[in-house]
């Protein structure tokens, strides 16, 4: 069976945890898109791990942990990350795509120059190369990994594709040029360190399909993220849904059985773009401090996220264009100093209430319906049964199941890889 583990918000809804907590039932956790541009923070016996490249069932020694073919792959992080869970005396079973393409050094570079060229007007990306990534790979002028190993082919097709970097570096963005040998110097030793890792991973699922393997699709952010039904631009790069983990694992699409949908508790985001329920000031700080392990910063940049109220409309998008079969809420347990809890259950716009979560252009209007809901005032962590959390809480959990229409199965109500009740 597939299994799809994906976020319905903006991102850091706690999608790691999950995958976590369902790897250990699983044979085969597969990354299937997306960077180090996120990071998915788990909490276990070893630790706290913020993880950027590696899949989040790297803690268990039965689990084959791939990274799949649709995967923006900084040959350094991965590195960097084997390493820092060694040393925590974990030794990771991994499998690396031959299709997967990499993160060039350069792409790096035009994040940061692109950025600071637009000043004012930038999309507040991580600086991680993601977007030149993917316009390099549809671009048809991408690495895969297996084109590292031949060297003369390799440096053949950096001179070319640096004939066009090298003219936008020297005319936009007034910057040295780079050369195919300065470039290929710097691959070259991080190619050979990963070398063992990568492999035929399609082959080996198919192989793993005729066994009857259970196998995890991990996603990186949410809906809201998505570039085509997100909150375009202020979206990621690669599909953040389901479906796509088809194609960026190299997989069926009717083997995904049943998508774990992740939502937040309340709404948190980083990075600009609309966001309706947003709070501020000290009402916003106090949730931040609360929030998830060490309250709600970036597990990639560090940077405090925007906060707000739960957004019904915004989830209940979120969970239908993943093709959600069911729902685990996190972060219930921060909400628990509150003696009341708005809840977005529509939108305002132009004098008239809507419910379907619309394109950007009428978002950026939109202001947020509330309803408010009787707080529990209680410190629910260290509950391990759903029945015996507060009434207000049951409340608010099975309000929020009945305004997004999907059954939620799990509850967190902590970070650690035991706290979460399952109903």
């Known amino acids: 069976m597939v299994r799809a583990i994906v976020g319905a918000n903006w991102g850091d809804e706690g999608k790691g945890k999950i995958t976590d907590v369902l790897a250990a039932d699983a044979d085969v956790i597969i990354r299937f898109q997306g960077g180090s541009n996120a990071g998915h923070t788990i909490i276990n016996q070893y630790g706290r791990f913020a993880l950027h490249q590696l899949p989040s069932g790297v803690f268990y020694d039965h689990t084959v942990n791939v990274i799949g073919n649709g995967v923006a792959l900084d040959l350094q992080k991965f590195l960097t990350e084997v390493q820092a869970l060694k040393e925590a005396g974990i030794n990771p079973n991994l499998m690396v795509s031959d299709r997967t393409q990499i993160v060039m050094p350069y792409h790096v570079l035009f994040d940061q120059y692109e950025e600071e060229r637009l000043g004012g007007n930038s999309f507040g990306s991580t ?35 640096l004939e066009i970097k090298n003219v936008l570096l020297t005319h936009l963005y007034h910057k040295p040029e780079l050369s195919a040998e300065q470039v290929y110097a710097q691959l070259k030793p991080l190619r050979d360190a990963i070398a063992p890792y990568v492999g035929d991973t399609f082959h080996f699922l198919r192989q793993m399909r005729t066994e009857g393997k259970t196998i995890l699709l991990e996603g990186q952010l949410g809906s809201m993220k998505d570039p085509d039904f997100g909150i375009y631009p202020m979206v990621t790069s690669s ?39 947003e709070i501020f000031g000290e009402q916003a700080d106090e949730l931040r401090r609360r929030g998830g392990d060490k309250g709600e910063f970036g597990a990639t ?34 909400l628990g100093y509150l003696d009341q809890i708005p809840v977005c259950v529509g939108y305002e716009v132009d004098g008239q209430v809507i419910q379907n979560f619309p394109t950007t252009t009428v978002l950026e209007r939109c202001k947020p319906v509330l309803e408010v809901l009787p707080g529990w005032k209680q410190d629910i962590r260290g509950i391990r049964h759903y029945e015996e959390l507060p009434e207000a809480c049951r409340r608010y959990v099975e309000f929020i199941e009945a305004q997004i ?5 799990m509850v967190s109500n902590g970070p650690g890889r035991d706290e979460i009740l399952c109903r």
Do not use: N
């Open 239 to 277: 599909s953040t849904l389901a479906g796509f983990g088809a194609i960026g694992a190299g997989l069926p699409p009717y083997d995904i059985k049943d998508i774990v949908c992740v939502v937040k508790a309340y709404s948190s985001a980083v990075g600009a773009g609309a966001f309706v329920s």
């Open 127 to 161: 600086k991680s190369g993601i977007a030149p990534f993917y316009s390099d790979k549809y671009s048809k002028i991408g690495f895969q990994i297996s084109e590292l190993f031949d060297e003369d082919y390799c440096l053949k097709k950096l001179e070319r594709v």
């Open 405 to 409: 229409g999907v059954p939620i199965r």
């Open 301 to 334: 940049t560090g940077r405090p996220r925007r906060m707000g109220w739960f957004d019904c409309v915004a989830t209940r998008y979120g969970v239908q264009v993943q093709g959600a079969t069911q729902v685990a809420l996190t972060v219930v347990d921060a």
